[in-house]
């Protein structure tokens, strides 16, 4: 384990951060159990990338923007979207704080804990962060714009555009590329050829950084450090996360295209795992701690699906809300 003490944190620090793993997790878990039972229509999981999102969020400070993509449950759960809100967007409910039931599941938004909400192209997410950060710099804020992509998304136009213009300006923003060696049934090998995406950087004139996606520390570590570097006026950060894809693409995707060894392999490298027996092996946390936080988070997760799954659908009549302009032109 990485000398937490150096990074500032405590035991209490620990805690806090394997408690959000777990609940991110546990929410997850209950998604794939709702759809399919027939109760959701569509799943797209964070499995595996808990480490990645927590350690990233853990190191942000209110007031900072958030463009996330759509396997970020974890790290918009620690942000402030709570679970009966994941579940009101999963079920289409009218309470939806997202878009009212009108769009699709983990299109994360909430403009209460400043996260800006996602459209499905991929990377589009990177030029909304851009402009955060540009105005969060020319209103003086002590505050930076993050944006989270999957490594097919580093290969689109919008990540090329929005970096290079952060690059130039010096904003203070920090993209993420969550490297869990898929885009959709696509391999790594067959995305890109350089050896680390990290690279990238460089031709963006930004501090660019590779770090070990399933260790929420070190990922703590290159976030804090990339905040401070951009409120100091030294610019963006590029980081790469590597990490895993536990489950398929999504509810809807056979990952056939997978070994069952590589399948197997996941489960053996999980995060959430890892962390909970390094915090074990050091006796930061016991069983008794543990099966207290199982208990709570149940009770969390059972509440907010039986409270959405109550909650009113919209009206018929909200299908044309925010699509048409209502009312007298005159």
């Not at 209490?12 to 159990?33: H, S, T």
């Not at 699709?104 to 589009?124: C, D, G, K, W, Y």
């Not at 990290?198 to 804090?224: C, T």
Request: charged share 25%; net charge negative; aromatic share 8%.
């Amino acid at each position: 384990m990485i000398d937490y003490k150096s990074l500032g944190l405590t035991e209490q620090d620990l805690k806090e951060i394997y408690k959000a793993m777990d609940l991110g997790r546990k929410i997850d878990e209950r998604l794939w159990l709702l759809n399919r039972a027939g109760k959701i229509p569509f799943v797209v999981s964070g499995q595996g990338q808990e480490a990645t999102q927590i350690g990233m969020a853990y190191a942000m400070k209110e007031g900072d923007i958030s463009a996330p993509y759509y396997r970020d449950l974890a790290f918009v759960t620690y942000m402030g979207i709570s679970a009966y809100h994941t579940f009101l967007a999963a079920f289409g409910k009218k309470e939806d704080i997202n878009s009212g039931g009108k769009q699709m599941p983990s299109h994360f938004s909430s403009r209460e804990h400043n996260i800006l909400s996602q459209s499905s192209p991929v990377a589009t997410q990177i030029p909304h962060a851009v402009g955060a950060a540009l105005a969060l710099k020319m209103d003086g804020k002590e505050n930076i714009a993050t944006a989270t992509v999957g490594e097919g998304s580093s290969n689109q136009g919008d990540f090329h555009e929005g970096l290079n213009f952060a690059g130039v300006h010096k904003l203070p923003m920090v993209c993420v590329i969550i490297n869990n060696k898929y885009a959709i049934s696509v391999p790594d090998s067959l995305q890109y050829a350089a050896t680390k995406l990290s690279d990238r950087a460089i031709g963006y004139g930004m501090f660019g950084e590779q770090v070990d996606g399933n260790d929420p520390l070190a990922v703590y570590k290159v976030m804090k450090e990339a905040r401070a570097r951009a409120l100091a006026g030294e610019g963006a950060t590029l980081i790469e996360a590597v990490t895993s894809r536990m489950t398929a693409h999504s509810s809807d995707d056979d990952d056939q295209y997978r070994t069952k060894e590589e399948r197997d392999n996941l489960k053996k490298a999980d995060c959430n795992e890892k962390f909970k027996n390094e915090l074990l092996a050091n006796e930061i946390i016991d069983e008794q701690w543990l099966q207290e936080i199982e208990q709570e988070h149940k009770e969390i997760i059972n509440q907010a699906t039986k409270a959405a799954e109550e909650a009113p659908y919209p009206d018929i009549e909200e299908a044309y809300t925010y699509v048409y302009e209502e009312g007298s032109l005159n």
